[in-house]
């Protein structure tokens, strides 16, 4: 895969689901990262055709529930970002998915206390030795590109030598969460530039033509996860969102969705029943 000048969707947790990325590519989005899953849970799961959606589903054994879901569609753009922080673990995860995806990546930023305490995000950024046995594992064990995700070091320079320890280890790519695109840009020459928040407030942000009402990008989200049977907590999870930053929770539509149980509540609360049951007739 080829990283240069390419416009990229984040990884967002709950939010970076199939139908939001394939919203984000039909605007313009040339790479789209999934949300975040840990190892252990990948591992515990089997890859199952689904054929009523035509998707590839990553069920976890004993729930049932659906840990990563992708599509055909998707498979030369989408990148599976795990966390780990056991260079074995990861590989046994990465193998399950690798040839569904065009690439895998680490975290290596992630703030929460949830990462942090396992080892996993930006606690590998103190562990140098883990980082390079991590990534060269899996470079060496998969035919499919390797790349990681960081955030910025206390200094710069750290940052750099950071960089360029992991540069040695042959990855495709580094992104990193640096403090602004500005910064990125005219300090390290990068020619790809990767969107978070935007693109999860209004996926049409990566269209060269200019960005379309938020609403409309609301509806054809909601369409996408009723169609892709997205799970609804993330789907409300990603509306509120949107809704959050364009107007408020505590409005009548805000409150609609927080009482949203099912896609057919959300489909009703948008006037999308119709697009609903054609979708549900249709299914084989
Ligand atoms: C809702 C949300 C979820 C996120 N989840 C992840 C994640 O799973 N993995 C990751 O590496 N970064 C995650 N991030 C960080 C973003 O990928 C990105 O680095 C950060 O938001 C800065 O980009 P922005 O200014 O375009 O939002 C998340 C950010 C947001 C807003």
Redesign the pocket.
């Known amino acids: 895969m080829d990283y240069r000048n390419k416009h990229i969707l984040?990884?967002?947790?709950?939010?970076g689901t199939l139908p939001l990325r394939l919203l984000a590519a039909e605007y313009g989005a040339d790479i789209t990262y999934g949300?975040?899953i840990i190892d252990h849970k990948m591992i515990k799961c089997e890859r199952r055709a689904n054929e009523t959606l035509g998707s590839v589903d990553f069920v976890e054994r004993g729930t049932g529930s659906v840990v990563f879901r992708t599509c055909d569609e998707e498979k030369d753009r989408v990148v599976f970002?795990m966390g780990t922080s056991d260079a074995v673990r990861a590989l046994a995860a990465a193998q399950l998915v690798c040839k569904d995806v065009a690439a895998i990546d680490i975290?290596m930023?992630?703030p929460r206390a949830f990462s942090l305490s396992g080892g996993m995000g930006a606690a590998l950024l103190s562990k140098p030795e883990l980082i390079h046995d991590i990534l060269t594992t899996l470079k060496r064990n998969l035919n499919t590109p390797v790349t990681c995700?960081i955030r910025l070091l206390k200094s710069s320079r750290d940052t750099v030598e950071l960089a360029q320890q992991i540069e040695r280890t042959g990855v495709s790519a580094l992104a990193v969460?640096g403090r602004t695109i500005l910064n990125s840009s005219s300090e390290t020459s990068a020619t790809s530039v990767m969107?978070?928040?935007?693109a999860?407030w209004n996926a049409s942000i990566f269209c060269a033509k200019g960005k379309s009402s938020w609403s409309d990008v609301k509806r054809e989200y909601l369409r996408k996860s009723i169609l892709w049977d997205n799970d609804v907590k993330s789907t409300k999870h990603t509306l509120k969102?949107m809704i959050m930053h364009y107007s408020s929770l505590e409005l009548a539509e805000g409150k609609a969705v927080i009482k949203s149980e099912t896609d057919m509540d959300l489909a009703k609360l948008y006037g999308e029943e119709e697009y609903y049951h054609l979708v549900n007739i249709n299914r084989p």
Not at 10 to 15: E, F, T
Not at 195 to 198: E, K, Q, S
Request: net charge neutral; aromatic share 0%.
């Open positions: 984040a990884p967002m947790v709950r939010v949300e975040e970002q975290n930023g992630c995700k969460h969107v978070a928040r935007g999860l969102e």
